[in-house]
């Protein structure tokens, strides 16, 4: 059975149909791309599989548990965890507690053992910095843990928001737009991460992304929408050769 | 590994230096008074240092940690006030003073924690405009309660109305704690400057280690991008109340401490209306908002200046003005921001070449 199961999602805002009957299949372990031309409903989809909007029907299967009509924070402990298009860092915050707050609900303290440091505080603390170091590391970011995430590189946040998202422990991943603002350089790094990500941590990723040698060079399956449809889906070779989908992307 | 174990020390150091400043400034302020160098216009503010310390600190909770704009701070100093006011003349003589107080402390923190606690629940689903208008208007309604409340003992129980003393229909041996417009008096005299600058260390700890505790990481990171917190999955409604509550809770401990410091008790426009709480905010933005130690020194500071500035008598409001406003461009202006750096940065090097010299 597939790790992430959506049957038949549909939403409308008002007279606007923006997701029609969206039905989408992605394996353990797949790296799953979502392209798209713009306003074709994409980021609407990832924002129905982290809760934050609520689907008018349809189904959302994760591992067989269903997800439908549940909270983010119930989505995020069920293992979703997700980045944003325009990246979304706690700006104010040192890099290595930006990480931390991901690993929030993993490694539990009461707020009174942390006002009084009591010896529980000082040993979670501890397994929480060395955690959140280790993933730092495997972002090549150990160095940044001190800075302010606000004063990062571009690519640098990026790849923060990724090493955020896994210190939540999610069983998939939604990257939403990674490669947006990115130079050729920086693309090419990032899909050296991504794929990283999907070996080292053997992991389910479903990403949205405009830039075609990212998707080309990356992604074993696709799924095309188009005006909040799914217009093609399949290995990538054969839906970007498609006569449709190149007719969606350029006109015909 | 390194980087890390230099992090936790600067974050330390810091702290400690915040708790050394304090107790600095109690060990001279001490010698002073005790060689009588002081005037009686200035120990008569001693109290006040702290109270206003502790509110700031309380307020730069809400304001520079959770983010979010209250101006109703001067109401939970209000009912930590009057709640343990109550208490303390209640059993003024059958506990000893120490013990009263500390009872005193407690159920005034529990109270303004209570009220904090409720106020909070309708008012942070509000943010930003919205919240500081919803905080003015509790607060004034608060003080307004109040204001307009008698409340008494007598041998059957508690009575308490909304009308006027004769009303609360009492046997004669009954005793009149509220006095409606009249507030409390006779409050024991239980606060001292020793008091207050251990209360501001113990308020200092609390927010301090609050702020380095998981529990602290999870409400700035509220503050910085809410959607974010969300889908890394904190809990936005659970922590903004936590941090709220605490809050409120604290600036009802700098109300027992005013309460404790003044016989007569009175909720006035001028002691707990919005007045006072634009002042607190004014003591948490030009401290730095999110800037524990700046809200210390800025409370005590501008405590201080409208007092000394006395002897000006007319041009006195006009001065602090003035001094309002150099010290908001000092700490907020680009432009001074990058001198005091520059500045910063030369006494550093200076101190460098010295050394290798």
């Known amino acids: 059975m597939a790790l992430l199961e959506v049957k038949n999602l549909g939403i409308s805002f008002g007279g606007l149909r923006a997701v029609n009957e969206f039905n989408i299949s992605v394996e353990k372990g797949q790296l799953y791309g979502l392209i798209g031309p713009n306003g074709a409903g994409k980021t609407t989809v990832f924002n129905l599989l982290t809760g934050v909007y609520q689907p008018d029907e349809g189904a959302i299967l994760l591992d067989g548990v269903n997800l439908t009509g549940k909270k983010t924070i119930e989505i995020c402990k069920a293992g979703v965890a997700r980045t944003f298009q325009n990246i979304r860092l706690f700006g104010d915050m040192p890099v290595l507690d930006n990480v931390k707050v991901g690993l929030h609900n993993h490694y539990p303290y009461s707020t009174l053992e942390g006002i009084l440091r009591l010896p529980r505080y000082h040993k979670v603390e501890k397994e929480m910095n060395e955690k959140a170091m280790e993933l730092l590391k495997v972002f090549g970011l150990e160095d940044y843990a001190d800075y302010q995430a606000e004063n990062l590189p571009y690519g640098q946040q990026r790849k923060l928001e990724i090493a955020r998202a896994m210190a939540t422990d999610p069983k998939l991943l939604l990257l939403d737009e990674p490669a947006a603002g990115m130079n050729p350089n920086e693309t090419k790094e990032l899909m050296d991460t991504i794929r990283f990500v999907r070996d080292h941590f053997d992991m389910t990723i479903l990403l949205i992304e405009h830039d075609m040698k990212l998707v080309s060079g990356i992604c074993e399956r696709l799924t095309v929408l188009n005006f909040g449809e799914v217009l093609a889906q399949g290995d990538?070779?054969?839906?970007?050769?498609?006569?449709?989908?190149?007719?969606?992307?350029?006109?015909? | 590994m390194k980087t890390k174990a230099g992090r936790l020390s600067k974050t330390t150091k810091n702290d400690l230096i915040t708790y050394a400043m304090v107790i600095l400034a109690y060990i001279v302020m001490q010698l002073l008074v005790s060689t009588g160098h002081v005037s009686s216009l200035i120990q008569g503010l001693l109290v006040p240092f702290c109270t206003y310390a502790i509110v700031?600190?309380?307020?730069?909770?809400?304001?520079?940690i959770l983010g979010e704009l209250s101006l109703g701070h001067a109401g939970f100093m209000c009912v930590g006030a009057f709640s343990s006011a109550v208490f303390s003349l209640a059993f003024k003589d059958a506990i000893p003073s120490?013990?009263?107080?500390?009872?005193?402390?407690?159920?005034?923190a529990v109270a303004a924690a209570l009220v904090?606690?409720?106020?909070?629940?309708?008012?942070?689903?509000?943010?930003?405009d919205y919240l500081a208008i919803v905080t003015l208007a509790f607060g004034e309604i608060i003080k307004n309660i109040i204001n307009a409340l008698y409340l008494g003992v007598d041998?059957?129980?508690?009575?308490?109305?909304?009308?006027?003393?004769?009303?609360?229909?009492?046997?004669?041996?009954?005793?009149?704690l509220i006095k409606g417009a009249q507030g409390v008096t006779g409050t024991p005299n239980d606060s001292n400057f020793t008091v207050g600058v251990i209360l501001v260390l113990i308020t200092l700890f609390i927010v301090l280690n609050f702020i380095r505790s998981r529990t602290g990481r999870a409400v700035m990171s509220i503050r910085d991008n809410r959607i974010a917190a969300e889908s890394v999955g904190i809990n936005v409604t659970k922590y903004k109340l936590i941090a709220f509550t605490i809050s409120a809770s604290l600036a009802g401990v700098a109300g027992v401490l005013y309460a404790h410091n003044l016989s007569s008790l009175t909720a006035l426009p001028k002691n707990f209306g919005y007045n006072m709480s634009i002042l607190i905010l004014v003591f948490v933005v030009l401290g730095g908002i999110g800037n524990i130690r700046g809200s210390v020194i800025a409370a005590v500071l501008l405590t201080l200046l409208p007092e000394v500035l006395r002897v000006l008598s007319d041009y006195r409001m006009l001065i602090y003005a003035i001094v309002l406003i150099a010290m908001m461009i000092f700490n907020w202006s680009p432009n001074a921001i990058f001198f005091r750096k520059r500045v910063k940065q030369r006494l550093t090097a200076g101190r460098k070449s010295g050394k290798e010299a």
């Not at chain 1, 990538?236 to 015909?252: C, F, H, K, M, R």
């Open chain 1, 236 to 252: 990538t070779q054969d839906v970007l050769n498609n006569p449709e989908v190149i007719t969606a992307y350029l006109g015909s």
């Open chain 2, 155 to 176: 041998a059957n129980g508690i009575h308490f109305t909304m009308k006027d003393a004769l009303s609360l229909n009492m046997e004669e041996d009954g005793v009149v």
């Open chain 2, 98 to 108: 120490g013990l009263r107080f500390f009872i005193a402390l407690l159920i005034g």
């Open chain 2, 116 to 128: 904090g606690f409720l106020v909070g629940i309708p008012v942070l689903r509000l943010r930003g």
């Open chain 2, 56 to 64: 700031a600190i309380a307020l730069n909770l809400t304001v520079g």
